[in-house]
Structures are given as C-alpha cells and as structure tokens.
C-alpha cells in the first residue's frame, strides 16, 4: 500500500466520526500527528447566558484530539485532557480546532488544541492532551505486517 493509499484510509475511517456528524462538524486535515476539525454554532449549542456551551467546545478540541492522536493508523485513547476556556463564543460562530503533535513516545503522545473563531482569530479554548496508543491499528503499516 502506498503512503497516500493508507493515508487515505486513514483520512476515511475518521470521517466516519458519528458524533461529528451528529455535531456538524467537518474534518478538514488529517496528517501525521495533526488535525483541524471545524463546526458553526447553532442556537441548540449555547448555554443559558447565550454562549457556547462549554462541553460544546470541549467536543470540538476532542475531536481534532482524536484525529490527530489516530492520525497513523494506530488505535489512540485519550488519558488525560486539560483545557482552559479563555474567550466566549455564540451563536453564528465558526469555531476551528486545530491539534498538533508535541511529542510522540513509544505508548504516548502529547499534543496542544487550540480552538479558535475563525472570523477574528480570537482564542476560545487551549487544551493539553495526553494520548495513550493501543497496540492495535485500524490502518496497518506495511513494516507491522
């Protein structure tokens, strides 16, 4: 299998993210060890102050978290996720996940989410998420065969 024949499987078996779907948000880049996940905010995700929800955001780093963590075709959970809120979003926002890869070990990886509206640039959220890889692959590479 060639590099862009896997990474192509890899790309289709993230798109197949149900709760994405559920959410409406779209997968936009799968690479090795980075992601970018982008939704728009709809009246039945804010809160009662008329805000982003916070778990809304939360779902949205997650999921460029999940993409980038699996973005090799290795089966990724996430241990641990540390996230600070630091601007509010609402309504009509398109709000932009990016995650990328800080440091890939032998079981674990790091990696820095930022969530941001795309329009003004302003930084909603910024997590640091720890991933921990199965030894499972759900895209085997021809050197695990």
């Known amino acids: ?84 809120f630091l601007n509010p979003s609402k309504e009509g926002d398109h709000l932009v996940a990016e995650a990328k890869e800080c440091h890939l070990g032998g079981r674990t990886g790091l990696y820095e989410i930022t969530v941001v509206e795309e329009e003004t640039g302003t930084l909603i959220a910024r997590s640091q998420d720890l991933v921990y890889r199965k030894k499972a692959w759900f895209v085997t590479p021809d050197d695990a065969l």
């Open 1 to 84: 299998m060639t590099d862009e024949t896997r990474q192509a499987a890899i790309d289709a078996h993230i798109q197949k993210d149900a709760f994405a779907r559920f959410l409406g948000a779209s997968v936009t880049i799968v690479a090795p060890g980075h992601s970018r996940v982008a939704l728009t905010v709809t009246e039945q995700m804010t809160n009662f102050h008329g805000m982003t929800h916070g778990g809304l955001v939360f779902a949205l780093g997650d999921l460029a978290f999940a993409a980038a963590s699996n973005s090799r075709g290795q089966v990724a959970v996430a241990l641990n996720v540390n996230i600070c």
